[in-house]
């Protein structure tokens, strides 16, 4: 009898460990997928996607892994619930592919949200199977837990969006922070293609932007340029020992180029535009915008509905240019040499004559770019006389704009002594301007000065890094402002020496203001050398807007309102969907042999493998 009880008890909880055991296959340990739908791009999560939610059994390190109708996704985004709040901006955390293969994740998950990018199409049904690899520790083990769950979700059937002949698409977050409705603004950005998909970029490109409420997608202006391929592969041939040089390329081949649209954002907010290519047989579109180039470089014309410019034939520098609403009012210098209203840069480096940029006769090289959203003309050469100095002039021209921007370079090739070293000059005839404006940093107040009255080679100091400096005519109501967007000086050899560096207007027969950034010229003691050193590199850009006094305020209001928007650009966020051909893994190569930083953190792959 005793044998006999002992055997049933036994017996017993075989089984009944059994049914546990069985209980959890089947099922009894498992996850649920509270919620889960298709998703519209918005600004937190821009691109067409499944969102799911996830209920985990207990909190565990956790892998995840999505499939979509059969085919599994390269990589998925996993949040902790607290991550993603607020979709109306973009996200703030975000973990990339060489992420996942550097290190893996040891948080401990309970309520996960997963979020895969699909394309999906209108009236499409997607089955997607989200699978959970429950683990102890962040390293994967043979009795971790491995459970799924499959769900079937339609997409609305009246949702429009672009045409599937497009392959692929990347994301791009536009997000307006001065408070200002962003009309028509040009936006550029450089992206990245693999070559099979980028075949003939500049007619398969279109910008489409996406309307937040009804999510309906737009069609705006684009412009593609400035393409390059990058074609070489990675050598992955072994060594002469017959050891593989490495498990996956360091890089795979790639096309690079300027993607430019125009983008409305409203004040304070974020807006999506997809950029959609890889279409063989898509056709080039012609888009019309104001914005119109006519000439040879240098001796460009660029024109749109607010001002006409004229470059100048030889140096390809500002040479004349007229409000549209004042056609009889032209801005330009013409007083002396070479008579451009942009001058620099320029060096003084006696008994060498003194040079600018402005006094090229031609260039030898010169690049421009035409098109609805943007226009370009570019040159650089060594200064005319002084091979030791190079330097660069780079304009950009936008459609329904009141300004230009402007961006020069300057480099000392040798060492040389100058006794004046100069930057961002702006030159008028005298008689067409008759006051000045700028902020004045140290007094903390706008300073306005008749320049009409001021006597000759008077100099009027201000800081160097002065954010606007205006010159207008009461008289014509034209006004011609310069609002300093950056400002830099470098060395490589060694610091820069700069004498005294400031901004100054001075006058003559012409009425100019220019940048000092060593200049012994116009100091007490006019004849002394300063070195300009070996790798030193002055650069600088400025946005230069001409436009009509304001009458009922202060006659500068106009450079006012456009410093606060120039000095706020429309900010970018690029996001890209995964593709296949990613490696899971990742190698670096390090210049020394050493500690990579991974050797004991427990969640280091590569210490740990």
């Not at 005793?2 to 017993?12: D, G, M, P, Q």
């Not at 996200?91 to 893996?104: C, K």
């Not at 059937?157 to 392959?167: G, L």
């Not at 460009?300 to 520098?317: C, E, F, K, M």
């Amino acid at each position: 009898m005793n044998i006999w009880n002992y055997y049933l008890r036994t017996t017993f909880f075989s089984l009944l460990i059994l049914i546990i055991f069985i209980g959890k296959v089947n099922g009894q340990e498992k996850f649920s997928i509270k919620h889960i739908e298709l998703g519209y791009p918005t600004p937190g999560i821009p691109f067409y996607h499944f969102k799911a939610e996830l209920e985990l059994p207990h909190s565990s390190i956790i892998e995840v892994e999505a499939t979509v109708n059969g085919k599994t996704l390269r990589a998925t985004d996993l949040y902790r619930e607290n991550d993603i709040n607020d979709l109306s901006k973009p996200l703030l955390s975000h973990r990339s592919p060489s992420g996942y293969g550097l290190s893996e994740d040891g948080t401990l998950y309970k309520n996960p949200l997963v979020v895969g990018w699909v394309k999906w199409h209108p009236g499409a049904s997607y089955k997607i199977k989200i699978s959970v690899r429950m683990k102890k520790t962040a390293q994967a083990e043979k009795n971790d837990i491995r459970l799924f769950q499959t769900r079937t979700i339609k997409a609305p059937e009246t949702a429009k969006v672009f045409d599937n002949s497009w392959k692929n698409y990347k994301s791009i977050t536009v997000s307006e922070t001065a408070g200002i409705d962003r009309i028509s603004e040009s936006v550029e950005t450089l992206l990245a293609f693999y070559p099979d998909e980028a075949q003939h970029l500049k007619r398969e490109v279109r910008v489409m932007a996406v309307d937040q409420q009804t999510y309906e997608l737009t069609e705006v202006p684009c412009q593609v340029y400035d393409v390059m391929k990058s074609l070489q592969e990675d050598d992955l041939a072994p060594d002469e020992n017959g050891v593989p040089s490495r498990e996956v390329p360091l890089w795979l081949p790639t096309i690079t180029a300027r993607v430019a649209f125009l983008a409305d954002v409203p004040a304070k907010s974020s807006r999506v535009y997809l950029v959609f290519y890889n279409n063989e047989d898509a056709f080039a579109k012609v888009y019309q915008t104001d914005l119109r180039v006519q000439g040879e470089a240098p001796g460009l014309r660029i024109d749109n509905n607010l001002l006409s410019i004229v470059l100048h034939p030889n140096s390809g520098h500002i040479d004349q240019v007229t409000l549209k609403s004042k056609p009889e009012e032209p801005l330009f210098h013409r007083m002396e040499t070479n008579g451009a209203i942009h001058w620099n840069p320029g060096i003084y480096t006696p008994p060498k004559a003194w040079t600018h940029t402005a006094d090229w006769k031609q260039p030898q090289n010169m690049k421009s770019v035409s098109g609805p959203v943007i226009a370009t003309s570019e040159a650089w050469d060594h200064l005319r006389g002084v091979p030791e100095v190079d330097a660069s002039v780079r304009y950009e021209f936008y459609p329904n704009m009141p300004y230009f921007i402007s961006s020069t370079t300057m480099r000392i090739n040798e060492t040389v002594g100058s006794m004046a070293l100069r930057n961002g000059e702006i030159v008028f005839k005298r008689e067409l301007m008759t006051h000045a404006a700028w902020y004045d940093i140290v007094r903390d107040t706008i300073i306005t000065y008749d320049v009409s009255n001021m006597p000759d080679l008077t100099i009027l100091k201000m800081e160097a890094d002065v954010p606007w400096i205006t010159f207008y005519n009461v008289n014509t109501g034209i006004g011609f402002g310069g609002i300093q967007l950056s400002y830099a000086n470098a060395g490589l050899e060694s610091r820069t020496r700069l004498l005294n560096p400031y901004i100054y207007i001075t006058g003559g027969p012409w009425i100019y203001w220019s940048r000092a950034l060593s200049l012994s010229f116009l100091s007490s003691n006019m004849q002394q050398l300063i070195p300009a050193m070996k790798g030193a590199t002055f650069s600088e850009k400025w946005a230069y807007i001409t436009y009509e006094i304001d009458k009922t305020r202060v006659p500068y209001a106009p450079i006012l309102e456009w410093q606060h928007r120039l000095t706020n650009p429309l900010r970018i966020h690029i996001v890209e969907e995964v593709d296949e051909r990613v490696s899971k893994s990742v190698e670096e190569i390090y210049i020394d042999d050493g500690k990579s930083g991974w050797e004991d953190r427990a969640t280091g792959k590569k210490g740990n493998d």
